[in-house]
Nanobody
């Protein structure tokens, strides 16, 4: 299965912004939903934001009002605009989704986000 490819991470000061991108295989991108996840140091991977094919979105409470998930259907790409970043946002960010038959995509390498205080 083709892996998803994330990019856009980096080192930023608290209060700064980053925009993450994720290119997905068509079978996953056009499925039920796409989502961004974060694995903070020493913690399990958790859901950050999700977007359906209709464009409906939902967010983890910790990022509401600061992060925005969006999708470009022509490019099979999902974005995560991250504003007002906090040190607790630090982690490896992954994207993934499920196809129409609820098959999970193949996890990529993720992209590291580090927010300094």
């Amino acid at each position: 299965q083709v892996q998803l490819v994330e990019s856009g991470g980096g080192l930023v000061q608290a209060g700064g912004s980053l925009r993450l991108s994720c290119q997905a295989p068509g079978s996953i991108f056009s499925g039920n939903f796409m989502a961004w996840y974060c694995q903070a140091p020493g913690k399990e991977r958790g859901l950050v934001a999700r977007i359906t094919t209709r464009g409906d979105t939902n967010y983890a409470d910790s990022v509401k009002g600061r992060f925005t998930i969006s999708r470009d259907n022509a490019k099979n790409t999902v974005y995560l605009q991250m504003n007002s970043l906090k040190p607790e946002d630090t982690g490896v960010y992954y994207c993934n989704g499920v196809s129409r038959d609820w098959t999970l995509g193949s996890w990529g390498q993720g992209t590291q986000v580090t927010v300094s205080s």
